[in-house]
């Protein structure tokens, strides 16, 4: 039987699993993993995105989440007045595999979001090029686009499996396994998709080099 057949890719998912965790049980042994970044003096203005209120989370919800800081905020464009809403959760380690960032892609359909349109987007920013993900969402009558990744010292990471791997690599190399998960999400100005993308797409390049220098390095 083929290795792409779907049953086999579904046995291997515990396989790889249980192989990242003892990899990174034993790499991150000495792990020195940074400060939390003080997410809430995070600045209110940049670029030509401003913040138009925070977004409190509830107790409950943040320790589901369980991340080490968290941010929530929703910016306007200063020009359009077009909305971005932004959420960050910083993990300070993941060793043990416990406290991990939670995939959108599973925290979106629990929340009643029906994904549409699934693909990935390329944002030139002033740090570089990074990929990211898109979502095209709706939940009855609105609609959303939603960006994400993960993004850790090194790198911005699209794939959750990719970022898996990377995590290893990482822990090998620098011994810290501190990732951020970061997503950013417009709503359809008059209807259109292509505004709400224009709109994500926009905040999301400017936003991205100053979180790099924000968070740990």
């Known amino acids: 039987m083929p290795v792409s057949n779907p049953e086999w890719r579904g046995a291997l998912v515990p396989v790889v699993l249980v192989a990242q965790f003892l990899l990174i049980h034993v790499a991150a042994g000495r792990e020195h993993p ?3 970044p003080p997410l809430a003096r995070f ?7 401003k913040l138009f209120f925070e977004d409190p ?5 943040a320790r589901e989440l369980g991340a080490d800081a968290l941010l929530s905020r ?6 359009t007045g077009s909305p971005a809403s932004l959420f960050v959760a910083w993990f300070r380690t993941q060793r043990g595999g416990a406290r991990q960032p939670h995939s ?3 925290c979106l359909p629990a929340s009643g979001w029906t994904p549409e349109r699934v693909d990935e987007v390329t944002l030139d920013t002033a740090a570089g090029a990074i990929a990211v993900n898109r979502y095209l969402v709706a939940n009855g009558a609105q609609r959303a686009v939603v960006l994400y990744w993960y993004q850790t010292p090194r790198r911005a990471i699209a794939g959750e499996w990719a970022a898996k791997l990377w995590l290893v690599a990482d822990a090998i190399r620098d011994k810290r396994t501190d990732t951020a998960l970061v997503r950013v999400i417009a ?3 008059g209807g259109s998709d292509d ?5 994500a797409v926009g905040f999301a390049r400017e936003l991205y080099p100053m979180l790099r220098e924000y ?3």
């Open 104 to 106: 959108p892609k599973v």
């Open 195 to 199: 505004a709400a993308t224009a709109a």
């Open 43 to 49: 600045p209110a203005e940049f670029g030509r995105w």
């Open 57 to 61: 989370i509830a107790p409950d919800i």
């Open 215 to 217: 968070l740990p390095r």
């Open 187 to 189: 709503w359809p100005a």
């Open 74 to 79: 929703t910016y306007i464009e200063t020009q």
């Open 34 to 36: 940074p400060a939390p």
